[in-house]
């Protein structure tokens, strides 16, 4: 059932014991908004937790509340916690683990997300919100409750990250005012960007690794990274590789190929035109016009001509 | 002479024909100030000419007025342009090349750089504003004119650039705002990020290279890329490397050495805390405490080991 902002601010106002959670794999929207939610009620004097089921990335220790947060640890829990409200964050309830097992209460779904299934008890959707965190920001002030430090902290990580920095198509004029008002208490964008930004010296290294095996195609419009399965294994993280290819001049369709097993290919995509979602579903594969990927059980040289072969035909049609 | 704001729109608005320039080397404030303020006075019926005595990179084509701009072409010319007001933006006078050589007018400046040396006749400067083009933005306020599209892309270029996408320590809320408005006017965020993070093809291929250079030293505090005669020979454009060093996790001064010459090398340094100003005015350079750079006349191996001994032994002193 979708529910008003203001009955939103009303459920959570009323409720005395709240469990916050979010999405695994949790990035800064997920983190920043469960943080910054359970600050505001904290500082209403209620009992709040926070739960994720997944290990949270190091980059988050700038944010006040980082410690706190818990896993569900399913196994070793003797019973379920009893709360009033599990508000689950910037996700459908289908991707928050074990979370949803080890508490007992009503669920209360808040999310920006178009794809949202809408399967929660009540749920507060706004798709026009680039963030879950700017609906944060709304929400406090809908509780009439006052920013402080802390709480802007964790609600511009998750608008800031949320929107690569105020630079992709989501960024609003709201979001640029909220992030106005939030910095007004204190966010420091440098130290909560540099905090962000922070990558392994490894990662750094398989990045200069994978970039050697940098390769244009179709003209120019497509341009790749091609890890084979030693490279993919040697590499820890490949988040933002992509974007070194992405930016090139005259690249429509960005690609990143790993090769995870002798014959298991992972292919992300990005572009800037072309709707590489068709490509991907060719391959039983999905995402957005924009990025998308597929797995292809192919060795690696295989998968690389055939990807290369799909988005080479895509561009054709696509003239 | 210091104008205040009132004083250079009532200047502005008195002028019949105006030249507006800015510093060579230009980056996106400078174009953007003086694309965006030549839209501004050709809409009140002046007649405007901008020169900037540089190549203008091509990443700016995104920009309306882009093809406006002229150079000076000092040697060619047999007359000077006579004008009313010769508007110098985002640098002192010593930086406009041969364009001071080419108009009889008396000179405005305006700028934010708290170095501007003040040798204009007379001079606007707020070095409160994160970039010229924040200035612009206020003057075309205070002038009474209206933002259309063409200058909002222009002002929003301006401040995004020399603030790193609202990233930097420059950003205030006053700048989010700003932005905001100028969004309102159909700038699209994606469209100028995307435009400005574009690189060729082999500045991307020179970084895969360069980053294979790369080397912790200090206990991991600090990290560089070195990159020898043969190296620097083969890459044109180095803007943007550093970044790849400064994010590593630990990291406090990120480094890059190129050596020009057999006895000539040049070394940016970056820093989140350490004074590196007074590593590089130890060595005849300069700049500002997160980011300077020096020349050192020896070779590239003993050049390599003098910064990384000096980074070490400020970093010490530093504890």
Do not use: W
Request: hydrophobic residues 45%.
């Amino acid at each position: 059932m979708n529910i008003s902002l203001a009955e939103t601010a009303k459920a959570l106002s009323g409720a005395r014991k709240l469990v916050l959670t979010a999405h695994v794999n949790p990035d800064g929207d997920a983190i920043g908004s469960a943080l910054g939610l359970g600050h505001v009620l904290r500082g209403m004097g209620k009992d709040v937790q926070v739960f994720i089921d997944d290990d949270i990335p190091a980059i988050f220790s700038v944010l006040p509340g980082y410690e706190v947060i818990e896993r569900p640890e399913k196994e070793t829990r003797e019973e379920k916690i009893k709360a009033d409200l599990l508000v689950v964050l910037d996700t459908s309830l289908d991707r928050i683990g074990d979370v949803g097992d080890i508490v007992d209460a009503p669920v209360f779904n808040i999310d920006h997300h178009v794809t949202n299934k809408g399967e929660a008890e009540r749920l507060y959707l706004d798709s026009n919100r680039a963030a879950t965190a700017e609906i944060m920001y709304e929400l406090i002030k809908e509780m009439g409750q006052d920013f402080t430090q802390d709480i802007a902290m964790c609600i511009y990580t998750g608008i800031a990250t949320d929107t690569g920095f105020f630079r992709y198509s989501n960024t609003t004029p709201f979001t640029m005012r909220a992030a106005a008002e939030l910095m007004e208490y204190g966010v420091k964008p440098n130290i909560i960007s540099e905090a962000m930004e922070q990558k392994s010296y490894d990662v750094v290294k398989g990045m200069a690794e994978a970039m050697q095996t940098i390769e244009r195609f179709c003209d120019g419009k497509a341009a790749g990274l091609f890890l084979d399965q030693a490279l993919t294994a040697s590499i820890e993280n490949t988040e933002g590789f992509i974007d070194m290819v992405r930016v090139i001049e005259g690249v429509d369709v960005a690609v990143l190929l790993k090769c995870k097993e002798e014959r298991l290919c992972r292919v992300s995509m990005r572009s800037k035109g072309l709707d590489v979602a068709k490509i991907a579903d060719g391959f039983g594969g999905g995402g957005h016009v924009r990025a998308a990927g597929c797995t292809l059980e192919m060795s690696f040289a295989e998968a690389k001509k055939t990807i290369m072969e799909a988005i080479g035909k895509a561009l054709e049609a696509g003239i």
